[in-house]
């Protein structure tokens, strides 16, 4: 009353110190009511600080109090509130003669979503009592997913566990509960689990790919996973140095293709292994060095060793597209040079790719000669090109010239050096006539 | 002659109409110096010599952060590459620097073994970058040294590598995320966002599509929800994230644009290009920094390739002359032009002749006949003309052994736009393919399926076809093949579609200026809008989705607008609403960036990239193969 008779005599007077111990004084006089018994004089109370007393108060579960001097005095919420209603409901679950529901309501309502307080701490205080359903019903309104799993796995409540670690996001978390699983469950079991929840299960194919490939067979084999069955194997016939395993392991994927109605992979794996057969042939009786090739890698290289009837009768038996066959032939006889063979060749029959192939590779080989044997024999549309590959300037002009087309026309005119006046000059009056039309 | 110097008055000026009011870039340099300050912490927590043993795909990120000699510096005494053989190191304190790759962990536990076996003692700490998971640990653990080791987080999310583009450096992101459906980068990626949220934010307003964006924008929001916020004047307003599964076409196309050329052919790393003798012109091969520093390089970064030429050579002539300057000049004239001039000069005439001379080795390549008939391909299969010739086109490159990554990504291509191929084709194609280059690549041909680049044409198969049968698949109730019939509904890719509804390929018929380019088009020489930087542009335009919810039903979902907690405040600083972050999640390339600086210019805003790595088509598809070689 003094103090504050005094105040009004001073104008530059902070009030802050006043309006503090005012209110302090207050909660003081509301501890020392009959119900709550706390006589505390204001010396008392400094000394014994406000967290005491509101522990003191929580100790005595005066919580509703506790928490009314907390607001009252305006502590920050984790420091205050939120400290009280921890206690409050870890007390709460202790309850016995309420039911699961009742405190689990009446937990979520109190602390809502107040700062600092961890629904997981009062689940594990709840699980400590011997309720577990009561724990799982509160770790449901716990925000944070990976503070869930841990007491989760504690109950033994795995199958929660892994599908609360897949909705944190937090990969580390899935691979946790995985790895508990593998030890806990057995296989088949582990396997099922894993098959409801995708995530969880590329994750371990990943780490299996890396760490277990015998696991992720009997993964894919759980799963009726032909497909992937099947890849497995092709998979580990390439780390396979024998052939004879590696054959088996193929013949495994062809089986398990044929199981998942892939007739085409299949087919090519049977194909492949119909190759390396023939390959192993070829490398006993030649010394070819071709087993691993893919088919085109082992005729072109047939071809390079000279051993025609081989390459053809790979081209005949694997039923080898008629183009690829005479790009792959033309390449290697020119690259060898032998320029009869290609000649024979290229009269053997009508060429699939036709002729302005043959005049281009012999020019990338730099046969100018053996590049004009082939040009009369280009179809009409390709001819101009045919006469600019070989540099032949005269005979392209009168190809375009003769086939009246402004593109044509322009592609040899681009070519023309302006010096060559008078094939610039017939050029250009062609074009133009071609433009009239 | 008189067509050169035609061409050279026509010079357009290369910065465009630009709008001069674009804010300035946030200065990224911090992400670096964090970066170096929390690695030396980490070294010095191993007190005494050392020798460092560093991840071969780390070897260039680090260099970018810390020196050797800052190395040497602290303590560490040799440096290493980590090539999964035996060591020969003679330190008794080893320190591993590497990613979380099993791989890796398996053999520093074979280097510890077999130390363990020779009676050696050694103190061994692995510094995992940027995080540890849990993985690392149980394999730790089953090896049986997981008592000998120490290890540590190196949180090395961001390495910027030009004032607009920032890159996490995870290449295997965009396979483990997208292939294997490992989630594990996520987090990495949430929490990259949380670094420039806490650095450079809060930003006001956050988009995106996709899966993946919408699990690390929700990471990102855990972590800022743990930690404090403090308020902060924001430098970057919006982020954008988009996952790569979005826009397979845009990655898949040849680059034209120069920047994105240089990297198809020679190879960026790191933002840093290595150049072969027959560029230099000499018999050396040449280490050269392609970012902003480089003047040359910064005005033709993101010119289409016909123009660069030309420029180049107006450049070659100004050089000239200034060079000529110097005739008539007094001594002391002289003086200064030699102090203050000739070194810029000089600088500038090196890096000149270094990009005419890695013109001069594109050109060679890339204006020969074959070049022109691969882009015509590529463009008929975007507007959806002569398809059938561009199918005997593919057929002709895998016959002719062209290149096997080439040919994939044909066909790829071939089988997004056009929805998958007919089954004929698909098994025909498939076959040839397979006697070229190999029956291994079968698993190859698996991926792409399973990613939905490349597949079949189901007949007939309409949308409510795929409904219905989705329908019987819940009463199932058999989780993984509902999951799989969810993902080939999803894995149409209804290029078409889209881009009649957001005009992606221009009409042929009107003649496209490249050197004055009307939209981000120009990218591909005129031919097509990127998808991804098409989205990107309507959405900023329409502050959210509304008015594109075909498009995101086309895409399949998954998208997001939401608006941060300051709104308020947000208007108040202008010039950061006008700064838009893009987060690419699985990679981009050079050509969107191009085309995103395009669309700042335009927009009076500027664009920072942020991408788990930068991509392009032959790295997309060599990230998919699983022939073993």
Redesign the interface.
């Known amino acids: 009353m003094a103090a504050s008779f005094g105040k009004c005599f001073l104008t530059d007077f902070s009030p802050d110190a006043f309006v503090s111990t005012c209110r302090e004084l207050r909660v003081l006089n509301a501890v020392r009511e009959r119900g709550v018994g706390l006589p505390l004089t204001h010396t008392q109370f400094k000394q014994l600080t406000l967290q005491v007393l509101i522990d003191r108060l929580v100790y005595r579960q005066f919580y509703p109090l506790a928490i009314e001097v907390c607001r009252y005095l305006k502590i920050p919420d984790y420091q205050g509130v939120s400290r009280v209603l921890k206690h409050w409901a870890s007390c709460k679950v202790q309850q016995k003669d309420l039911s699961d529901e009742a405190i689990a309501r009446a937990v979520c309502v109190k602390v809502g979503d107040s700062p600092g307080v961890s629904y997981s701490d009062i689940a594990a205080k709840a699980y400590e009592c011997g309720r577990t359903e009561l724990a799982i019903k509160l770790l449901d309104s716990e925000a ?1 997913s990976g503070e869930q799993v841990p007491l989760l796995l504690k109950m033994k409540k795995s199958q929660l566990a892994l599908s609360k670690a897949v909705e944190s ?4 978390l899935v ?2 509960v995985v ?1 508990y699983l593998k030890n806990e469950m057995n296989r088949g079991d582990f396997f099922m689990t894993l ?5 969880a ?3 371990y ?3 299996c790919k ?2 277990e490939q015998e696991t992720l067979k009997d993964l894919y084999n759980q ?1 009726d996973d032909h ?1 992937e069955l099947a ?1 497995y194997y ?2 580990a016939s ?2 396979e140095k024998r052939l004879d395993s590696r054959l088996s392991l193929l013949q495994s994927a062809v089986d398990e293709y044929n199981k998942a109605k892939n007739e ?2 299949a087919k ?2 049977e ?2 292994m119909r ?1 390396l057969r023939i390959q192993r042939k070829l490398d006993e009786e030649k010394g070819a060095g071709l087993l691993g ?5 082992t005729i072109e290289a047939l071809l390079a060793l000279g051993l025609h009837k081989q390459a053809e009768q790979l081209y005949r038996d ?1 039923r ?2 008629d ?2 066959f005479w ?1 792959l032939k033309l390449k290697s006889l020119a690259e060898k040079e032998e320029w009869e063979e290609l000649e024979k060749f290229s009269k053997s029959k009508k060429s699939p790719i036709g002729y302005l192939a043959f005049v281009e590779v012999c020019m990338k080989s730099n046969n100018k000669h053996e590049a004009k044997k082939y040009v009369s024999k280009v179809t009409p549309e390709q001819r101009v090109k045919a006469h600019l590959a070989v540099g032949d300037l005269e005979g392209a002009a009168d190809a375009a010239i003769e086939r009246k087309s402004d593109s044509e026309l322009a592609a040899v005119l681009a070519k023309c050096p302006a010096s060559d006046r008078q094939l610039v000059d017939r050029l250009n009056r062609a074009a133009a006539t071609a433009a009239k039309k | 002659m008189t067509e050169k110097l035609r061409q050279l008055r026509k010079q357009p000026n290369m910065a465009h109409s630009a709008r001069t009011d674009c804010p300035e870039l946030p200065d990224f340099f911090l992400l670096k110096r964090l970066a170096r300050d929390q690695l030396i912490y980490l070294l010095e927590q191993l007190p005494g010599k050392k020798d460092l043993f560093i991840e071969a795909d780390l070897m260039s990120p680090l260099d970018r952060i810390a020196n050797v000699s800052t190395l040497k510096q602290h303590e560490v005494d040799k440096l290493y590459k980590v090539e999964y053989k035996p060591i020969v190191s003679t330190s008794d304190q080893l320190c591993f620097l590497i990613r979380p790759r ?2 890796t962990v398996k053999w520093i536990c074979d280097v510890a073994n077999a130390d363990k076996a020779a009676g050696r003692f050694r103190r061994y700490k692995i510094i995992f970058t940027p995080q540890k ?3 690392c640990d ?2 730790l653990e089953e090896q049986g040294i997981i008592g000998d080791v120490t290890t540590d987080e190196w949180s090395f999310y961001l390495l910027p590598l030009d004032d607009d583009i920032i890159s996490l450096e995870l290449p295997e992101f965009f396979r ?1 995320n997208f292939l ?5 980068w ?2 990495t990626a949430g929490s990259a966002l949380h670094l420039l949220h806490s650095l450079y934010g809060p930003f006001s307003k956050v988009y995106g599509i996709g899966r993946c964006s919408k ?1 690390a924008y ?2 990102w929001r ?1 972590q800022v929800e ?1 930690g404090e916020q403090k308020a902060r004047q924001a430098e970057i307003g919006k982020v954008f994230l988009i996952d790569r599964d979005v826009d397979f076409v845009t990655p898949l196309c040849s680059q034209v644009v120069y920047e994105g050329l240089v990297d198809d052919i020679f190879k960026i790393k790191c933002a840093c290009v290595e150049f072969g003798p027959d560029v230099t012109s000499s018999d050396k091969s040449i280490k050269v920094m392609l970012n902003s520093q480089d003047r040359v390089f910064n005005e033709i970064r993101n010119e289409h390739f016909s123009n660069v030429f030309g420029f180049l050579s107006q450049k070659a002539r100004n050089l000239q002359t200034s060079y000529d300057k110097r005739r008539g000049m007094d001594i002391k004239q002289m003086k200064t032009f030699v102090s203050e001039e000739l070194k810029g000069l000089k600088q500038e005439h090196r890096l000149l002749s270094l990009h005419i001379g890695a013109c001069e080795s594109i050109m060679k390549k890339k204006t020969k006949q074959d070049f022109q008939e691969l882009l015509k391909t590529e463009h008929s299969l975007l507007e959806g003309f002569e398809i059938r010739e561009s199918i005997s086109y593919i057929e ?1 490159h895998i ?3 062209v290149s096997m990554i080439e040919s994939l990504r044909l066909l790829c291509l071939l089988s997004i736009t056009e929805n998958g191929l007919l089954p004929k084709d698909y ?1 025909s194609l ?3 393919y ?7 690549h ?2 190859t041909f ?1 991926n792409l399926r399973q990613l939905g680049l490349l597949v079949e044409q189901q007949p007939g198969e309409t949308l409510t076809v795929m409904e219905s049968k989705v329908g019987k698949l819940v009463n199932d109730r058999t ?2 093949k509902l ?1 799989d019939a969810f993902s080939s509904l999803a894995k149409k890719s209804n290029f078409r579609a889209l881009s009649r509804k957001l005009n992606l390929v221009p009409k042929s018929d009107e003649e496209y200026d490249l050197r004055v380019p009307r939209d981000m088009a120009y990218i591909f020489s005129g031919a097509y809008v990127p998808l991804s930087c098409k989205l990107i542009e309507q959405v900023l335009e329409r502050d959210g989705w509304t008015g594109l919810e075909e498009v995101t039903r086309l895409l399949n979902g998954h998208e997001f607008a939401v608006t941060g907690s300051t709104g308020a405040d947000s208007k108040a600083k202008n010039d950061a609403q006008r700064i838009i972050l893009v987060m690419f999640l699985g990679g981009c390339t050079f050509s969107e960036i191009s085309a995103l600086r395009f669309l700042g210019r335009e927009r009076g805003c500027k664009f920072i990239v942020v991408t788990t790595a930068i991509t392009n088509s032959s790295r997309l598809i060599e990230a998919l193969l ?1 022939n ?1 070689v």
């Open positions: 944070r996001g937090d990969t580390d691979y946790t790895t098959r409801n929840q995708p995530v299960l590329s994750l194919r990943q780490f890396l760490q799963d497909q890849n092709v998979t390439y780390r085409f992979s090519a794996t194909e492949e190759l090739l893919s088919l085109q890698a694997f080898v597209p183009k690829r790009w | 099993i791989q998971f849990y993985a149980a394999v483990d294997a459906g490992d989630q594990r996520v987090r699990m929700e990471s855990e743990e002709e016959n002719r052994q098994r498939k076959a040839q397979l006697q070229s280059y190999g029956v291994d079968l698993l698996a989780a993984g999951s699983d073993i």
